[in-house]
Nanobody, 123 residues
Framework: QVQLIESGGGLVQAGGSLRVSCAAS????????MGWFRQAPGKDREFVAS????????NYADSVKGRFTISRDNAKNTIYLQMNNLKPEDTAVYYC????????????????WGQGNQVTVSS
């Protein structure tokens, strides 16, 4: 089992920055593929970014490429999502997720989920 706890969301003005974190406990963190997803009201959950166990491979949704950065600190069992130049359309609940097999953009392939953390960007 893996437990994931997000932190760091909040309210920010358009153009600002936020960093959300996700701390993991349970199964060996260094073996896990990790991802960030988000869900806005009335919309499906969508892929934001993913990172391999070593941190050497990352993937991003086109909508956040160049603005968001996913990273991990395996010594702290934590992943991060640095969000810069935020836009109102980035407003959503952000979830971190984990799985054991591969980096993927499909939410259905992730086995473990955090509770979600609200990020609100005002115009």
């Amino acid at each position: 089992q893996v437990q994931l706890i997000e932190s760091g969301g909040g309210l920010v003005q358009a153009g600002g920055s936020l960093r959300v974190s996700c701390a993991a406990s349970g199964r060996a963190f260094t073996t896990l593929f990790m991802g960030w997803f988000r869900q806005a009201p009335g919309k499906d959950r969508e892929f934001v970014a993913s990172i391999s166990p070593s941190g050497g491979n990352t993937n991003y949704a086109d909508s956040v490429k160049g603005r968001f950065t996913i990273s991990r600190d395996n010594a702290k069992n934590t992943i991060y999502l640095q969000m810069n130049n935020l836009k109102p359309e980035d407003t959503a609940v952000y979830y971190c997720a984990a799985q054991r097999y591969r980096s993927t953009k499909s939410a259905r392939e992730y086995d473990y989920w955090g509770q979600g953390n609200q990020v609100t960007v005002s115009s």
